[in-house]
């Protein structure tokens, strides 16, 4: 299982395919190459996998999977948290 996780994008650019995203504030270049010819544009909503644009989301996918990341995470946090080991 693969986990995409949905990113912003900030920036296009055609000629080496990649872009600038941003998830949760972090910028990070990735590469475009296989949303290029679906549209990306700046304001896009994409998956992400291992720095490739998987796919375009709407931001009501994005929205819902982030909230769902964010549950996992508090979940991992509060594990953690309560773990006692040394």
């Known amino acids: 299982m693969c986990v995409g996780i949905p990113?912003?994008?900030?920036?296009v650019h055609?000629?080496?395919?990649?872009?600038?995203?941003d998830v949760d504030g972090v910028r990070r270049t990735v590469d475009?190459?296989?949303?290029?010819?679906?549209g990306v544009e700046v304001g896009s909503w994409v998956l992400l996998h291992v720095g490739?644009?998987?796919?375009?989301?709407?931001e009501d996918e994005?929205?819902?999977?982030?909230?769902?990341?964010?549950?996992?995470?508090?979940?991992?946090?509060?594990?953690f948290a309560g773990d006692d080991r040394p």
């Open 7 to 11: 990113a912003r994008v900030a920036e």
């Open 14 to 21: 055609p000629e080496d395919r990649s872009g600038v995203v």
């Open 32 to 38: 475009l190459t296989l949303v290029l010819e679906d």
């Open 52 to 58: 490739f644009a998987m796919s375009i989301v709407d």
């Open 62 to 79: 994005a929205a819902r999977t982030l909230e769902f990341l964010k549950l996992f995470e508090d979940a991992e946090l509060e594990e």
